[in-house]
């Protein structure tokens, strides 16, 4: 549900928005003057702010400005509110930063268009940030890891393929695409030593790199929207095990998300496929065999049947991405 900040220092212009608002399904906090609406911005998250122009103690204009000029709160849509006949408010107001205009008296189809077209274009600009943040991020864990971005796409696209043949909806499976590349970010914490070490690595050693489960789902989970919220989750539970002997909580069984099991299997499929300093690339015989083994035991086995039986489709996704 959308949030949207009503100012207007007439109670009854609130109460005609408020109700108006609230029956489109909006959840309203109502400001009387600039300065309120300041105060409700700093301490509670909004989608919108609806903004009247003439109001006492802070007019519309300096609340405007004060909001554009703060790196934490500009990138709030503002629609202004202001009387029809005053074109040159709405000019004013528009150059200072307002996204859109709504004049008084309300027509109420209009209205509402203009609200539900400005929260929409928030939430398609907070996507794209969000996908660019991933992205960067993605790009510091590949950085201090031997593993190449293409393996982390290739998860991302395999794992995608296997959550829609599950019944995912197609904005799950679009999650999961951007999510899953994301399933080692928590390797930034684990110190090179270990992380690049070419040999198998001893208990202790072991034990600090398992920790980076739970630190990719710490950093990953700083916001809850639904891609970090699926990215924080992959992150904690890729590493579990179907018989409960993984890490870090040492879930069994159903207990793991789904999320989780589909990545652990096409993480160690596309791993072991591949090159590593410390390893060669598995053949396709030996690879399969690991998971087959696996299945019950270390893997799902309901995803490792689904897995094995779109065998062909997996391979020709993986091919289709190989490393240069």
Not at 5 to 16: F, I, P, Q, S, Y
Not at 193 to 200: A, D, E, Q
């Given at each position: 549900?959308?949030?949207?900040?009503?100012?207007?220092?007439?109670?009854?212009?609130?109460?005609?928005?408020?109700?108006?608002?609230?029956?489109?399904?909006?959840?309203?906090?109502?400001?009387?003057?600039?300065?309120?609406?300041?105060?409700?911005?700093?301490?509670?998250?909004?989608?919108?702010?609806?903004?009247?122009?003439?109001?006492?103690?802070?007019?519309?204009?300096?609340?405007?400005?004060?909001?554009?000029?703060?790196?934490?709160?500009?990138?709030?849509?503002?629609?202004?509110?202001?009387?029809?006949?005053?074109?040159?408010?709405?000019?004013?107001?528009?150059?200072?930063?307002a996204n859109e205009y709504?004049?008084?008296?309300?027509?109420?189809?209009?209205?509402?268009?203009?609200?539900?077209?400005?929260?929409?274009?928030?939430?398609?600009?907070?996507?794209?940030?969000?996908?660019?943040?991933?992205?960067?991020?993605?790009?510091?864990?590949?950085?201090?890891?031997?593993?190449?971005?293409?393996?982390?796409?290739?998860?991302?696209?395999?794992?995608a393929y296997l959550a829609?043949?599950?019944?995912?909806?197609?904005?799950?499976?679009?999650?999961?695409?951007?999510?899953?590349?994301?399933?080692?970010?928590?390797?930034?914490?684990?110190?090179?030593?270990?992380?690049?070490?070419?040999?198998?690595?001893?208990?202790?050693?072991?034990?600090?790199?398992?920790?980076?489960?739970?630190?990719?789902?710490?950093?990953?989970?700083?916001?809850?929207?639904?891609?970090?919220?699926?990215?924080?989750?992959?992150?904690?539970?890729?590493?579990?095990?179907?018989?409960?002997?993984?890490?870090?909580?040492?879930?069994?069984?159903?207990?793991?998300?789904?999320?989780?099991?589909?990545?652990?299997?096409?993480?160690?499929?596309?791993?072991?496929?591949?090159?590593?300093?410390?390893?060669?690339?598995?053949?396709?015989?030996?690879?399969?065999?690991?998971?087959?083994?696996?299945?019950?035991?270390?893997?799902?086995?309901?995803?490792?049947?689904?897995?094995?039986?779109?065998?062909?489709?997996?391979?020709?996704?993986?091919?289709?991405?190989?490393?240069?």
């Amino acid at each position: 549900m959308a949030k949207v900040l009503l100012c207007d220092d007439e109670l009854m212009n609130r109460k005609v928005a408020s109700k108006i608002l609230k029956k489109e399904g909006f959840e309203v906090i109502e400001a009387q003057n600039g300065q309120e609406a300041l105060d409700i911005i700093q301490t509670e998250t909004v989608d919108l702010v609806l903004l009247d122009l003439m109001m006492p103690v802070m007019d519309g204009y300096t609340a405007l400005k004060i909001m554009k000029e703060d790196e934490k709160i500009s990138h709030i849509p503002v629609i202004i509110i202001s009387a029809l006949s005053d074109r040159e408010a709405i000019t004013k107001g528009l150059k200072i930063g307002a996204n859109e205009y709504i004049t008084k008296p309300f027509d109420i189809t209009e209205f509402i268009l203009r609200v539900k077209n400005a929260v929409k274009m928030s939430e398609l600009q907070n996507k794209k940030n969000e996908k660019e943040i991933i992205h960067i991020l993605a790009k510091a864990a590949e950085y201090r890891d031997n593993e190449t971005s293409m393996h982390t796409i290739r998860v991302g696209e395999i794992s995608a393929y296997l959550a829609k043949k599950t019944g995912w909806n197609q904005e799950k499976v679009e999650l999961m695409r951007l999510a899953a590349p994301m399933h080692d970010m928590g390797k930034v914490g684990i110190p090179d030593n270990i992380l690049l070490k070419p040999g198998k690595l001893n208990d202790d050693e072991f034990e600090i790199m398992k920790t980076h489960a739970q630190i990719g789902h710490d950093i990953l989970s700083q916001k809850s929207t639904p891609l970090l919220v699926l990215a924080a989750e992959i992150a904690l539970t890729h590493h579990e095990k179907y018989n409960g002997t993984g890490y870090p909580k040492k879930l069994q069984g159903d207990a793991i998300p789904l999320s989780g099991a589909i990545v652990a299997v096409v993480d160690v499929f596309d791993a072991l496929l591949s090159k590593r300093p410390y390893k060669e690339p598995f053949s396709i015989e030996k690879t399969l065999e690991i998971i087959k083994e696996g299945s019950g035991v270390h893997f799902h086995p309901e995803i490792v049947h689904l897995f094995l039986e779109n065998l062909e489709d997996i391979l020709h996704i993986r091919e289709s991405l190989l490393d240069d």
